[in-house]
Structures are given as C-alpha cells and as structure tokens.
C-alpha cells in the first residue's frame, strides 16, 4: 500500500519538529515540485500570503488543500525566538478567521452534539488555563497595572489576516473606541497596543488615541491576565484576546467576526447568517480547543492532550516567572556556563563573574547572585555578608541525566533556591517553605501520581548509571538496603550531625536490627575513587551482601526498607512505596512519612506522598531541554531521558569512548 504523502511549499512547515505527530494521517512530506509524482494532499498556512503558491497547486491539479495555523495554545515564546508550536489547527474546510466561509470549527458549532464527558473536559481546561493564566503565547511579564480603568480596548497591527478575513477593516477600530467612549461617558479607557506600533516597527489602528485625555496606552508587552484582572469589559475586533477575556468571565463587544462571535456569547457589531445557533461556552471552547485543534510536545516529538500542554507550558511560564531579572553567575567553571543561563530561563539576563564581589556592586540593589551551593560555608558568608540576601543557590535535580555529574554529563535539572539549599536543614529552603505552605491542586497531585507512577515502570533515578540486573535475596528474612553517601557531602554535614560516616551508618543499622539482612551499596562517585566514603575494615562485617554493582532500581524493587543517613536514595525508595527510616534530615524527613531519628520544628505539615512528588519533582527544579535549551518540565524530563538511556544503550564502544573524551576535554576548559 502506497504512503500517503502531503505537499508543502513553505519552509515554515516542514521545520515543525512534531509535524509527524500534528499530522499522523500522512506518512511523508514533501516538498512540492515539477519533478516530483503529484501529492495526495498539499498542506499550506491558512490564507497567509506563503501559502498562495500551495493553494494554487492543489486548485490545479484537484487535491485537498489542508490549512494550517497555530493553536489558540500555542507556546511559552514567539517563533521569532525559536519557540516551536505545541499546537496546529489542521482545517480542511476553510480556517477559523475566515468568516466569509465555513470552517472546520464553524461546522461543529453549527451542527455537532457534545457529550457530556467532553463539557466536563472543556470545563477542567477552562479552569485550568484561568489558574496558569495562559495565553496564545506566555513569555510576557505578569503584573498589575496601575491603573482604575475597567474598560479594554484592544488594537490589532495593520495587515493581521483576521482583520479583513473577519469582515472588517482600519475604520472598524476607529469605530470600536468611538464606541467604547461613547458606553463609557465617565470612564477611563485602557487601549491595548502591540509594542512594535509603539516602536515603529509595524502600523497599529489605534496609536492616535494617545492624545484622547480618556484613553491610556497600554504599549509593554504584558500577560493579557493581568489586564482582565483590572476591567470589567474588553471591546475588540477580531483579537484571540476577545475569547480568553470570555474565559476570564469579561463582556466581550466585537467589531468584526473572529471565531467565537455569532453564537450567543458576544455583543455583536457584525451578523454571520451561517452562525445559526447559540453556544455555551465550554462548547465553543471544546470545538475550538479539543476538537479542532491538536497538541504535542515540541521536546519529546510525541504527541500530547490539552491538560498536557497546558501543564507544560504553566511549569515554563511558572520557571520563568520565578527567575525573571538581572543574575551575577559566580565562580562557576567554563562547563558550567554552557548550560546555567538555560535553567534561570529566557527573561533572566546573566553576567559572569569569577568571584562574588567582596563590596556592593553600584546599581545592583535589584541584582541577584549565583553561585554553586557547595561554595557557601561560614568562611563564604563572613567574606561576602553583602550579598547573603540576593544570594540563590544553585544544586543538581533530582531527575539529573544519563550520566554521573563527576563524568561531566550536562544535566537536565537543576534547582536555584534563594532561601537556603534543601539538603541543608540548619536553615529554610524554599523547599521545605514550598512543602510547608504550598496548597497543591488536585491537578497537581494528579501529575504528581502519574509522574511517581512512570519513574518507578521506567526504572529510573537521579542519574540512571546502568548496573546489573541479577540479585538473589532471602524470602524469610527482613531485607535492608544501606545506600552509601559521599562522606564530604554537605547534607551529612549539615543534616546529620550523629551519625556522618557509611561505616557508623552500618554500625546503627544492624545494632537496631541484628537479624535482618543488610544490603550495602556504596556511592557511584566513591566507586569510581573520584568522592570520600570508603568503609573501614570492621564496618565490612557489619552487612550480608555488597551490592555496589546492582542497579539501584533493582534494589529498591526487593528490599523491604531502606535506612540512610540523607541519600536522595530514601526519596526514590518512597516512590516506590518502601519503608524509610533517616539518620540525618534530608529534605523528604519530617513530613510524617518516614521514620526519622531526628526533628525539624520548621516542618510542621504531614504530607502525602503524592504533594510531597509534587512539591519537589514537579515545582522545585528547573527544568531544560538540552537539544532546543528551552525551560521545559518534570514529565518531558522523563521522556528525554528514556529516549536518552535507550539510545546509549544503543552506541557502540567506540561511540561512548568518543562521547567521553569530548566531555573530559570541554570541562578541561
């Protein structure tokens, strides 16, 4: 059976890393040409001018034109910026800002029937991008305006193709504010221009209304929540922005015909007569969102569901949001300035310095500091007492790489704490303050199981070294794996001030249980010689079986509890439902699930497991994306590490040999 295959002409399209799994009905793609046997169907964007020479084509040779465009939800940044979509709108009827036709979207709200489980869906979207506060794009800042307007009016930049496809014109703008002056006599009015107009780099509709003593200028780039959060009514033409201020509950006045007016939920200026019935608005949100357009993630390449998108691009938005600012990125090494300016995300501007300067840097009051959390003793604190306040700590993840950090493998999280760091527990983290005071949602728990769910079918852990397999222990006999630490670490440090050695560890686990059998598996870096933790002559008496060398996923299947002084080892055993018994206060203790030898007054919640993944998987770390260097999430993580561990387990010797002598040579530097 031949393939089928789409035509294109638009280099824009073939360069959609997901355009397989947007468009799964065709198995190639291919760009068109004289030369070339004639597509079964010739994909183009929308009614752009770029797709004229494809629409010309399909006309002439009778084969389907299939319009694209991107979704309502379409990214975190602009395509300009290297963003690419996490949604397409595949039409192939007409496009939905076209109201002179049918679309694909314009015939399910005229004719199809939704069923409840779809409602309920559309419902929980709704409610979930209202409390992201997502929008088409999401890289713009948050933040109040200051300002006792409660009326909106939006401008569109000249030549927007939803302008006259949507029935209206330059003269439709001058209309909506006569309009809006005219409805609000007394009232100030927020006009919403693009930036560009101000800047002078595209034309707008509505600049002059800068000189109107009633009207104000809003001109920044800036989440369109926060400007639904200030007014009552927003007036608009064709704008997207029109329907999300539907979602966020606003009166909506349209001087044109954008997708969602002619149904019952606008105040019209314009009539469609094929617009025949009235739509709620889950409805109009589950044809535009569920059914007419499709999602995927831009990371991975696979194919995603709305409630996935929107989980991924809030995490972005959230990361971003956090670390928006001017950052001094401190002493870190040449290595590790290929990746830190990725985690702290693309509203952070970094400048790297080789030392914390010892006295205030003019003009910095705003300024934070970075440095690696291992730097930062009494010595550090008593050199620079300046910067403690704008200090942000910067650790490993939890859900690191492929790869031992000590063997240079470019992790894929990393976590910037600017309170405290979460192994230290002398002192707050935002950790511990996040587990303390965080009210997590029930789609945040709901990701939390599904993602604790996943790394445990998977198998993986922080850094997924691969070990072996094959394991024999007693089925009569309560079994305890000791994980093995770096002595040096500062969580021992810091956290475990009775028991700081691999060896006293032992001595306390089998003095409290003589009769179990104890598994001992040493650390990966003390393993390789390159950390602290070797144990003494006696403690080698102290276990029944050196597992150093089995997989600690394997482990952590057949033991029945693990006990630990702080290893992270402890978390990923109560992923996996094992009992955990601490000698020390690593960040999962106190929290009333596991049993502890210690007490942290600080810690004053009993969690569910569940909000405790949620708390330290899905908000804490940043998260990145090492292929695009884009912020991405916990889930996507995941997937690119089991995409990663599955094609090194593909390489050849002689490929690993070369991938670790590149590495030894760019931390050389």
């Known amino acids: 059976m031949a393939k089928r295959t789409a035509g294109y002409t638009s280099n824009g399209i073939r360069k959609i890393s997901a355009l ?108 979930l991008i209202k409390r992201y506060r997502l929008s088409k794009y ?40 006569t309009q809006a002056l005219s409805d609000h006599p007394d009232a100030e009015i927020l006009v919403k221009v693009h930036p ?20 104000r200028l809003i001109s920044q780039d800036i989440n369109p929540w926060a400007l639904f959060d200030q007014v009552d009514t927003v007036y608009v033409v064709t704008s997207q922005l029109g329907f999300e201020a539907l979602l966020a509950g606003k009166q909506v006045h349209c001087f044109g015909l954008p997708f969602y007016a002619g149904w019952g939920l606008t105040k019209d200026q314009l009539h469609c007569t094929r617009r025949r019935v009235k739509r709620s608005l889950e409805e109009m949100f589950a044809a535009a969102y569920l059914r007419y357009t499709r999602y995927a993630n831009p990371y991975t390449g696979k194919a995603a569901t709305l409630e996935e998108t929107i989980a991924l691009i809030a995490d972005q938005k959230r990361q971003q949001e956090r670390l928006r600012g001017q950052w001094f990125a401190c002493g870190f090494s040449f290595w590790k300035r290929r990746f830190i300016s990725q985690f702290l995300g693309p509203a952070a501007v970094v400048h790297y310095q080789k030392e914390l300067p010892v006295t205030p840097i003019a003009g910095s009051s705003s300024a934070q500091f970075l440095v690696w959390s291992s730097r930062i003793n009494e010595d550090f604190k008593a050199r620079y007492p300046h910067h403690l306040d704008q200090l942000g700590r910067m650790e490993d993840g939890f859900i690191r790489s492929v790869g031992l950090g000590v063997d240079l493998t470019q992790p894929l999280s990393l976590v910037i704490d600017r309170q405290g760091i979460y192994y230290d527990p002398s002192q707050p983290s935002e950790l511990e303050t996040l587990l303390n005071q965080a009210e997590f949602s029930d789609d945040l728990l709901t990701r939390a199981a599904q993602l604790r769910e996943r790394l445990v079918a998977l198998k993986l ?61 040493a650390h990966p870096d003390v393993l390789s010689g390159a950390r602290i933790g070797t144990l003494d002559t006696n403690a080698e008496r102290l276990y029944d079986l050196d597992a150093s060398h089995i997989d600690i996923t394997v482990l952590l299947e057949r033991v029945d509890a693990v006990h630990t002084m702080s290893s992270l080892t402890g978390f990923e055993a109560l992923l996996r439902g094992r009992h955990v018994c601490t000698y020390g206060l690593p960040f999962y203790a106190g929290w009333g699930l596991t049993t502890d030898a210690m007490h942290c007054p600080r810690r004053q919640r009993v969690l569910t497991l569940n909000a405790l993944v949620a708390g330290t998987l899905l908000l804490y770390p940043n998260y ?39 590495n030894l040579l760019i931390g050389s530097h």
């Open 461 to 521: 852990s922080k850094y997924n070294v691969p070990g072996q397999q094959d394991i024999t222990l007693p089925a009569n006999q309560q079994v305890i794996l000791v994980p093995g630490q770096v002595e040096s670490d500062a969580s021992i440090a810091t956290g475990s001030p009775e028991i700081r050695t691999n060896s006293a560890l032992l001595s306390a686990v089998r003095e409290a249980h003589p009769t179990a059998f104890i598994v001992y598996k």
């Open 138 to 177: 999401n890289h713009a800042i948050d933040q109040p305006i200051d300002s006792s307007a409660q009326i909106l009016v939006v401008d569109q930049t000249a030549g927007d193709a939803s302008i006259h496809h949507g029935g209206a014109s330059a003269e439709s703008f001058e209309q909506m504010l």
């Open 20 to 127: 397989a799994e947007f468009l799964p009905e065709f198995e190639c793609f291919s760009r068109i040409s004289g030369v070339k046997p004639k597509p079964d169907a010739v994909i183009g964007w929308g009614l752009k001018p770029t797709s004229k020479r494809a629409r010309r084509y399909a006309k002439r040779y009778a084969l389907p034109y299939i319009a694209l465009e991107d979704g309502f939800l379409r990214s975190l940044g602009l395509a300009s910026d290297g963003y690419q979509p996490h949604s397409l709108i595949v039409d192939h009827t007409g496009i939905y800002y076209d109201a002179s036709r049918p679309s694909d979207l314009e015939n399910w709200l005229n004719s199809a029937t939704f069923e409840f489980e779809e409602l309920e869906l559309a419902r929980q979207c709704i409610a």
């Open 196 to 215: 560009d107009v101000i800047a002078g780099k595209k034309q707008g509709h509505l600049a002059n209304a800068k000189n109107h003593p009633r009207c």
């Open 624 to 662: 990145v994306d090492p292929r695009s260097r884009q912020l991405c999430n916990a889930e996507t993580v995941v997937s690119l590490l089991e995409q990663a561990r599955s094609q090194k387990h593909s390489l050849t010797w002689k490929q690993r040999l070369y991938r670790g002598y590149r």
